[in-house]
């Protein structure tokens, strides 16, 4: 027949994964990332969509953000470029974004988040996801207490004091996540949890789930490869945030992938100029990259060591993801998709 036959010996044949997690830089800061060149490395991951963070410069809280950042990732044409748009204005956390536009424009948006930043103010965070509900868009939260972050460097524990870097405690991931679900719970909104990165969030989601909450998690590669042992050399590369954990954290998380408890395995690429990142520790900004090597990180820590087989696998890169974003042409191989 006229079949074309592949070799496939020693490759991973799997519908193609779906980014829920991806900062693309344009527009804004072309110099570090566009979303042609996020596009290229994304796919040379096995990726085949995206979702854009809008922490850019403007902010994507307006559908003419929304529609362009889509756009360009229509013309480079290598992935599907999806786009979360923000919850509030400029990310400020008081007043909402444009959202009821964005839903309907043709980015057709259908997560909102201020990711960078926590969603400070309760009645804010309630409104918004009272507003949500009636679009069923999801609520997406990158949980940290900024009072208690303070200007934390590093995961507070025994080597943040040893290094005498500021820390940032698991607590303050933690509250958040409890707030954003009992908020869920009142408004009957969709809740999706960012890198959670804290043994006691990955508890709090558990217990969700459990009791039938609206709510999915998603996990980075890093918060299950690297513990805040990384930091022992300042090395900036290794300043993210959420930060990195303790070993226990790393445990918690990679047992919630393997027993469903998070759904998704997302990279939070979050691309630095160089100049940027080789500064002293607590002057470089947070941010490590993630398209080129989530593959072979959960391929590493999780399939090889028996955590999980490659069908979970494909659950958390692929289907899950897809199934989040609503992408029904993505996470499945089949004829046309
Ligand atoms: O490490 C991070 N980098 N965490 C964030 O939440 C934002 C991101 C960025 O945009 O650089």
């Not at 996801?129 to 939260?141: C, G, K, Q, R, T």
């Not at 996990?219 to 300042?234: C, N």
């Given at each position: 027949g006229k079949a074309e036959v592949i070799d496939a010996d020693g490759a991973i044949v799997a519908p193609g994964f779906v980014?829920?997690?991806?900062?693309?830089?344009?527009?804004?800061?072309?110099?570090?990332?566009?979303?042609?060149?996020?596009s290229t490395g994304a796919a040379a991951g096995g990726y085949t969509a995206i979702c854009a963070m809008p922490n850019t410069d403007p902010v994507c809280d307006t559908s003419s953000v929304a529609e362009k950042v889509w756009a360009l990732g229509r013309e480079t044409g290598l992935v599907d470029v999806r786009v979360a748009g923000?919850?509030?204005?400029?990310?400020?956390?008081?007043?909402?974004?444009?959202?009821?536009?964005?839903?309907?424009?043709?980015?057709?948006?259908?997560?909102?988040?201020?990711?960078?930043?926590?969603?400070?103010?309760?009645?804010?965070?309630?409104?918004?996801?009272?507003?949500?509900?009636?679009?069923?868009?999801?609520?997406?939260?990158?949980?940290?207490?900024?009072?208690?972050?303070?200007?934390?460097?590093?995961?507070?524990?025994?080597?943040?004091?040893e290094l005498g870097l500021r820390g940032i405690p698991a607590e303050a991931e933690e509250l958040m996540?409890?707030?954003?679900?009992?908020?869920?719970?009142?408004?009957?909104?969709?809740?999706?949890?960012?890198?959670?990165?804290?043994?006691?969030t990955v508890e709090l989601v558990r217990r969700a789930k459990a009791e039938g909450a609206r709510i999915t998690a998603e996990?980075?590669?890093?918060?299950?490869?690297?513990?805040?042992?990384?930091?022992?050399?300042?090395d900036p590369l290794m300043k993210v945030n959420p930060p990195l954990r303790a070993s226990e954290d790393v445990d918690a998380v990679t047992r919630g992938l393997a027993d469903g408890t998070i759904d998704a395995i997302a990279t939070d690429h979050a691309p630095h100029a160089v100049e940027e990142k080789d500064q002293e520790f607590s002057y470089a900004p947070p941010g490590m990259l993630g398209l080129e090597t989530a593959l072979a990180l959960s391929f590493t820590q999780l399939v090889e060591p028996g955590h999980l087989g490659l069908s979970r696998l494909v659950e958390l890169l692929s289907t899950n993801p897809a199934r989040i974003l609503g992408l029904d042409e993505q996470g499945s191989l089949e004829i046309g998709s």
């Open positions: 980014d829920l997690h991806t900062h693309l830089r344009e527009p804004g800061r072309e110099d570090e990332e566009t979303i042609a060149t996020a923000a919850l509030s204005r400029g990310l400020d956390g008081a007043v909402m974004a444009d959202i009821g536009e964005m839903v309907r424009s043709a980015a057709r948006v259908t997560m909102f988040t201020d990711d960078g930043h926590g969603v400070q103010d309760s009645l804010f965070a309630r409104r918004t996801m009272e507003y949500l509900v009636a679009f069923d868009a999801i609520y997406a939260e990158h949980c940290e207490d900024a009072a208690l972050a303070a200007d934390g460097q590093m995961h507070e524990g025994d080597r943040s004091a996540a409890a707030r954003d679900i009992a908020l869920a719970r009142l408004t009957g909104c969709r809740l999706h949890l960012l890198h959670v990165s804290c043994a006691r996990a980075a590669p890093h918060h299950f490869t690297l513990t805040d042992a990384a930091l022992e050399t300042y």
